[in-house]
């Protein structure tokens, strides 16, 4: 593993470790001048604006699954920050440097989804969503923490492929959803709690770097180190 000399201990010479993380130990230390907000020029950050129907990774043993390689030609170790569930779009930060995987992955930077509601739904529901609703997590309970909710009037993100499938005789509400802590399939598990099932949900914001509304899925931008720093992604 170039930056090594040895079989690190932490990814075992893979590059990334068990939980998808870009191995920090094998990832070329910047010079003392060069760390945040500084970043040397080796990292590498992108953005892509993750399309329905791919799993937010590069393998897969599951023959005929959709892959973010398919998408973009990415460098050598870059690493997807995180995750989109397959049926979620919107934006995918990707890097090779593992001191910004662990940073947005240690709920320190908020994220927003804006997610499309079956039903027209009501204020106590949406109060119940910010106050902190009981979801299923690995077998109990959990009480998600307040979060910022609010309706949305002006959605204009290119139809779905497939579309959604709406209910023949109920109404659809689009809401915006901003918080810092990400359970496995949180926002969806939130939104039915409330009685108000997912139809469609994109990631819209992580920290100050928004996607928008113009975009297409499968789009792909390099970020600079300025645009990173600017954003608020890095650690202080």
């Given at each position: 593993?170039?930056?090594?000399?040895?079989?690190?201990?932490?990814?075992?010479?893979?590059?990334?470790?068990?939980?998808?993380?870009?191995?920090?130990?094998?990832m070329p230390e910047p010079a003392a001048e060069n760390k945040a907000p500084g970043v040397d020029?080796?990292?590498?950050?992108?953005?892509?604006h993750k399309p329905y129907g791919y799993l937010s990774q590069f393998v897969c043993d599951i023959k005929k699954k959709k892959l973010l390689g398919e998408l973009y030609t990415f460098p050598e170790r870059i690493m997807p920050v995180g995750?989109?569930?397959?049926?979620?779009e919107?934006?995918?930060?990707?890097?090779?440097?593992?001191l910004f995987h662990k940073h947005l992955l240690a709920h320190e930077v908020e994220k927003e989804y804006w997610i499309l509601v079956e039903g027209e739904i009501t204020d106590e529901a949406i109060e119940l969503l910010r106050n902190g609703i009981g979801i299923s997590y690995h077998y109990n309970i959990y009480q998600t923490k307040p979060c910022v909710v609010n309706r949305l009037t002006e959605v204009h993100f290119a139809e779905r492929t497939p579309r959604v499938r709406y209910h023949k005789y109920k109404?659809?509400?689009?809401l915006s959803?901003?918080?810092?802590?990400?359970?496995?399939?949180?926002?969806?598990?939130?939104?039915?709690?409330?009685?108000?099932?997912?139809?469609r949900l994109i990631r819209k914001r992580v920290g100050g770097l928004e996607l928008s509304q113009?975009?297409?899925?499968?789009?792909?931008?390099q970020l600079s180190v300025q645009q990173v720093v600017a954003a608020q992604l890095l650690p202080v």
């Open positions: 593993m170039a930056g090594c000399g040895y079989v690190c201990p932490q990814c075992e010479g893979r590059g990334f470790t068990d939980n998808g993380v870009a191995c920090d130990w094998c020029e080796r990292f590498l950050f992108y953005a892509l995750r989109l569930d397959e049926d979620s919107g934006l995918l930060l990707l890097s090779n440097y593992g109404g659809h509400t689009w959803i901003a918080l810092k802590e990400g359970k496995f399939r949180q926002v969806r598990k939130m939104a039915a709690a409330a009685g108000y099932p997912v139809l113009e975009s297409l899925p499968g789009a792909v931008i």
